[in-house]
């Protein structure tokens, strides 16, 4: 390749502007000539047409159309050099280019390149993100890596992308291919440069003894934690985490919301001709008005969670950042989050420092008796939380696991002819009824990846 050729393809020398803007002309690989501008929030480039041929640049490249094309810096999630080596023509005019300049065309097509990889929305489903990876190509290589430089250097500026991840591979999850949607997804996190320690789960409850277990030195190293696998993986590693660390008084038992409700000489639920305080019913619901005082007493103005919390607490600052790559049989979180059931769109969200806050909910089965030494057995869940028919099919299924997701289908015919019915639930919980578990219409919590509103958004009850 001869020396200071590129003056010959471009008119164009980099450039800066007062914004602290840059343009520069580069080749955009199966594109052709570009007109590249990085400003403020991202890159655009706009196709040039100097053709000096019919429909063709001075390369023999025929130019796309002449439209312009952008990527912000919130969507790329890597920067990289590529080897000095080929940049290629737009596929169409590949022939007529060659007609035109068949010598040319074959020499003056390696250059130095770098890629920069982002994603793009599915046009037919705007929650699945594909990867999207654009190489651009010139003769200097001192150009490529000073725009190299400066695009690392409006990456780094991206807040709250992680650096460093706690990684929970489930290998049985799903159809049995945890692992293979971790190596898959793993490769974009090494060309983030994202760290990745990763844990492969060898039982059930290996992640939940490790999330015990960990010394809050040692997570306040990670900037999250990712479990790859199902819903019941990832409420696993919260459960872990959570049940170790959050300190927080129970809400009052039923018995007791009972006798005060009893000593108070009135029902909890309204009967016709009581006087309702609408404002207070409307904010509290669907929550029993004594379980309301116990979560205002540690929620602040901010619905931050003060006093409730280890000091050693391992995300003071922030809250803790979850994240789930679907690898299970409902993957109910991930289609409630992102959208997309889809390892990649998750892997990009996470890379991408994308969050929602999570609502989750506390579980409370309380001693049966007073008398009882059974202590109170808690729960949280981030999705859903079922008794009953739900309980028996979820439960009788694990010894179906080898089915894969199909054991669902299976067992929950098998429960369902088995007709069986669960009178105590009602019986007991009557006089709470109107209290219990009514999302009101349109109000559906919202789950993710950052467990902030604390975990009181409902409280369930359980009589057993
Ligand atoms: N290595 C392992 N071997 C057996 N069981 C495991 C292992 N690792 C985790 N588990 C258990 O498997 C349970 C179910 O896992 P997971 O949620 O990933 O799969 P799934 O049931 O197929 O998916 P979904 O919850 O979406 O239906 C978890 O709650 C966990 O306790």
Not at 226 to 241: K, W
């Amino acid at each position: 390749m001869e020396e200071g050729r590129d003056d010959e393809y471009c008119s164009f020398s980099n450039s800066g502007d007062r914004d602290g803007g840059l343009s520069g002309c580069f080749f955009l690989d199966h594109v052709g000539q570009v007109l590249l501008s990085r400003n403020h929030d991202g890159l655009s480039w706009k196709c040039l047409d100097s053709s000096d041929c019919e429909g063709t640049t001075c390369l023999g490249i025929i130019n796309c159309e002449n439209s312009e094309t952008e990527i912000k810096f919130s969507d790329i999630y890597a920067v990289e050099f590529v080897s000095y080596g080929l940049v290629h023509s737009p596929k169409l005019g590949l022939r007529h280019a060659k007609e035109c300049f068949r010598e040319r065309l074959l020499n003056t097509q390696e250059m130095y390149r770098f890629t920069v990889h982002g994603f793009q929305s599915s046009p037919k489903e705007p929650c699945l993100w594909n990867l999207a990876a654009f190489t651009f190509g010139h003769m200097d290589l001192q150009t490529c890596q000073s725009w190299m430089d400066q695009l690392n250097y409006s990456l780094i500026k991206e807040v709250e992308r992680p650096r460093n991840l706690l990684v929970f591979v489930h290998p049985k999850s799903g159809k049995g291919n945890g692992s293979k949607v971790w190596e898959t997804v793993s490769k974009i996190f090494i060309r983030a440069k994202v760290n990745t320690k990763v844990i492969v789960t060898e039982r059930a409850g290996h992640a939940f003894d490790v999330m015990a277990s960990i010394q809050n030195k040692e997570l306040h190293t990670y900037d999250g934690i990712i479990a790859v696998g199902g819903d019941g993986f990832f409420n696993e590693i919260l459960n872990g985490y959570l049940l170790s660390r959050l300190k927080v008084p129970l809400p009052p038992s039923p018995s007791d919301s009972f006798n005060s409700v009893q000593s108070r000489g009135s029902s909890s639920v309204p009967e016709p001709g009581d006087e309702v305080h609408e404002t207070d019913q409307k904010e509290h619901y669907p929550l029993l008005p004594d379980s309301v005082q116990e979560v205002m007493n540690f929620r602040t103005v901010n619905g931050s969670c003060e006093g409730i919390e280890d000091p050693d607490h391992p995300f003071s600052s922030e809250r803790p950042r979850f994240g789930l790559i679907p690898a299970g049989s409902t993957d109910a979180i991930v289609m409630c989050t992102t959208g997309a059931r889809d390892p990649v769109t998750s892997a990009l969200h996470i890379i991408l420092g994308r969050k929602l806050f999570l609502d989750a909910m506390q579980v409370v089965r309380w001693k049966t008796a007073s008398t009882s030494t059974i202590e109170p057995y808690i729960r949280y869940a981030a999705s859903f939380a079922g008794y009953g028919f739900y309980g028996d099919v979820i439960s009788e299924s694990e010894k179906y696991r080898w089915m894969g997701p199909k054991r669902y289908d299976y067992v929950g015919t098998k429960i369902f002819l088995k007709h069986r019915y669960f009178p105590n639930i009602f019986t007991n919980l009557n006089f709470q009824k109107k209290t219990l578990v009514e999302f009101p219409p349109n109000d559906l919590p919202c789950f993710f990846v950052q467990a902030k509103h604390c975990f009181f958004e409902l409280l369930i009850y359980m009589l057993m």
